[in-house]
T-cell receptor, first 113, second 112 residues
Framework: RKEVEQDPGPFNVPEGATVAFNCTYSNSASQSFFWYRQDCRKEPKLLMS???SGNEDGRFTAQLNRASQYISLLIRDSKLSDSATYLC??????????????FGQGTILTVHP | DTGVSQDPRHKITKRGQNVTFRCDPISEHNRLYWYRQTLGQGPEFLTYFQNEAQLEKSRLLSDRFSAERPKGSFSTLEIQRTEQGDSAMYLC??????????FGPGTRLTVT
């Protein structure tokens, strides 16, 4: 089993739609999680951190289910500018203690008019 | 700009040549990471420094790869005898104790 797994998509949705991405992780000891956003040919940028059951920031909601070892990202009222690749990230997924980030494959989102 | 910077942004080299990339982290960030990203994949961890000490290296980092951070500030990543499979985006990130890492714009390497 991969340490971090995401559905690569792509997801194609109209403006205003609600879209959700899921991510599963293998290390049950992982304590914190991130969603990064990566635009085409750019570096990843932190979108949200998830340290407990969930986190909400405007149109974005991240939820954590420790029992099932998955994290989700919900985007409401999608904008054209939300088109990007969304990366699920787990620090120390392999059990090390140095903050090494393990990335999922990324989920491609395209929002169309 | 006070973010992470990387140089060069693009590098085209012929197979068998050596290349060196530089990363300047955010000032006072004591942790520095190198990742590699190929098309359609998320970044993969290569190595990590805390100050000047290299504390972890991935199995991806073959003997042809070497990284240094001599004074605990900037870092270099060298690839010797490049191969076509080394073509990728090389990303540097830095952090200050916490897990949240800030990435530089990357160096895109093309080996012909």
């Amino acid at each position: 089993r991969k340490e971090v797994e995401q559905d690569p998509g792509p997801f194609n949705v109209p403006e205003g739609a609600t879209v959700a991405f899921n991510c599963t992780y293998s290390n049950s000891a992982s304590q914190s999680f991130f969603w990064y956003r990566q635009d085409c040919r750019k570096e990843p940028k932190l979108l949200m951190s998830v340290y407990s059951s969930g986190n909400e920031d405007g149109r974005f909601t991240a939820q954590l289910n420790r029992a099932s070892q998955y994290i989700s990202l919900l985007i409401r009222d999608s904008k054209l500018s939300d088109s990007a690749t969304y990366l699920c990230v787990v620090p120390n997924a392999g059990g090390t203690s140095y903050g090494k980030l393990t990335f999922g494959q990324g989920t491609i989102l395209t929002v169309h008019p | 700009d006070t973010g992470v910077s990387q140089d060069p942004r693009h590098k085209i080299t012929k197979r068998g040549q050596n290349v060196t990339f530089r990363c300047d982290p955010i000032s006072e960030h004591n942790r520095l990471y190198w990742y590699r990203q190929t098309l359609g994949q998320g970044p993969e961890f290569l190595t990590y420094f805390q100050n000047e000490a290299q504390l972890e290296k991935s199995r991806l980092l073959s003997d042809r790869f070497s990284a240094e951070r001599p004074k605990g500030s900037f870092s270099t990543l060298e690839i010797q005898r490049t191969e076509q499979g080394d073509s990728a985006m090389y990303l540097c990130a830095s952090s200050h104790r916490g897990d949240e890492q800030y990435f530089g714009p990357g160096t895109r390497l093309t080996v012909t």
